[in-house]
């Protein structure tokens, strides 16, 4: 019996040991766990993303050529697809045809006013000659007038004179009025210029309209999201697809309100696509969010806020989105919305 309870002491006494072990391995393992957490940032809440670009059409048209094809990948000018372009063909003849008229309206316009400006130089010429006359007869007047006083011609030759003389002053007043007459008669081309400049305008849009029958790619990207054919009828930027930008990859990250204040941009960033978490990816923090929702509060539009009644007694600390740009990623690890893996200032990709 001694012998039996001296083994069941030694048990007990063995399995307080490992329990104890166990028990010191937790809590250590727990203070490096919180030692860690408030010496390194990191997070496992993110995601790849990229900038995109939803692809439409500037005008409207039936499509007859579908050149993109879902998760090609397109580089910036290549084709995506082409509308019909005939009735932007007329468009741009018929405002071919409008610019031929006013332009032609123009130059008929400036031989009329070239007309106008010759009539114009006639009556200042007749001016002239109405002057000199009008300055000889008032001479010749003053000539014979003490002639005739002395008797030395006759009274009529006088009377004759002032009649000549009269004639060339109404000669003189009518063509001042015809120089006045003819000065307003000449016209402007304001009204035929605009017009011309008009029409210009109006080649220029349907010019353009014409060449944006054909879609191309304003990025190299992915198409993704495509599910039309040739044929579709597409309406002024309606959203025909998707194209992930692939030139530049991000990784958005959510980090608890806590951390915010030790993070600075530009810092370096280790970050792992889930796809294949043995390959680390280097990044540079490039911004940190300002702003998220608050689920606990509602603004009504002209009303006081909503606050709900009932109150968490557990205080979750709050996330804001951090955006890291990847320095040379590896293209097959780079999707859209992939789980990802950050860990800011430390890991294999930062020194």
């Not at 007043?173 to 015809?178: E, G, L, N, P, V």
């Amino acid at each position: 019996m001694s012998m039996e309870a001296a083994g069941t002491g030694r048990r007990n006494k063995t399995g307080a040991i490992i329990a104890a072990l166990i028990i010191g391995l937790g809590v250590l393992t727990g203070a490096y766990a919180l030692l860690r957490g408030e010496g390194f940032i990191s997070s496992d809440d993110a995601t790849i993303d990229a900038d995109v670009v939803h692809v439409s059409s500037s005008v409207a048209g039936r499509i007859i050529e579908l050149t993109a094809r879902e998760n090609q990948l397109v580089h910036k000018g290549d084709g995506l697809f082409r509308l019909d372009p005939e009735p932007y063909q007329f468009a741009v003849d018929q405002a071919e045809a409008d610019l031929a008229i006013a332009q032609a309206l123009l130059e008929t316009r400036q031989r009329s006013i070239e007309v106008e400006t010759a009539n114009a130089r006639m009556a200042r010429d007749q001016i002239g000659r109405a002057e000199a006359n009008a300055g000889l007869a008032a001479r010749t007047v003053d000539r014979l007038r003490p002639l005739a006083a002395q008797s030395f011609i006759p009274v009529q030759q006088l009377d004759q004179a002032q009649v000549a003389q009269r004639d060339a002053a109404t000669s003189l007043a009518q063509a001042r009025q015809q120089e006045i007459a003819a000065l307003q008669a000449v016209g402007t081309l304001k009204t035929e210029e605009a017009t011309v400049q008009a029409r210009q305008a109006a080649l220029a849009i349907a010019r353009r309209a014409l060449q944006q029958t054909t879609v191309v790619a304003p990025q190299t990207g992915r198409v993704t999201g495509l599910s039309i054919l040739a044929g579709e009828f597409v309406a002024p930027g309606q959203s025909l697809f998707t194209l992930i930008g692939t030139e530049e990859w991000f990784i958005a990250a959510n980090l608890r309100e806590s951390e915010l204040g030790r993070l600075k941009e530009g810092e370096c960033v280790t970050g792992y696509s889930m796809i294949d978490r043995r390959r680390p990816i280097r990044g540079e923090l490039e911004s940190i969010g300002w702003g998220v929702l608050d689920d606990a509060r509602i603004n009504l539009p002209r009303a006081l806020p909503y606050v709900q009644r009932s109150m968490n007694w557990v205080r979750v600390a709050q996330r804001f989105p951090v955006r890291i740009r990847l320095i040379d990623p590896p293209e097959d690890l780079m999707r859209v919305g992939a789980s990802a893996v950050v860990q800011v200032g430390y890991g294999q990709s930062c020194p």
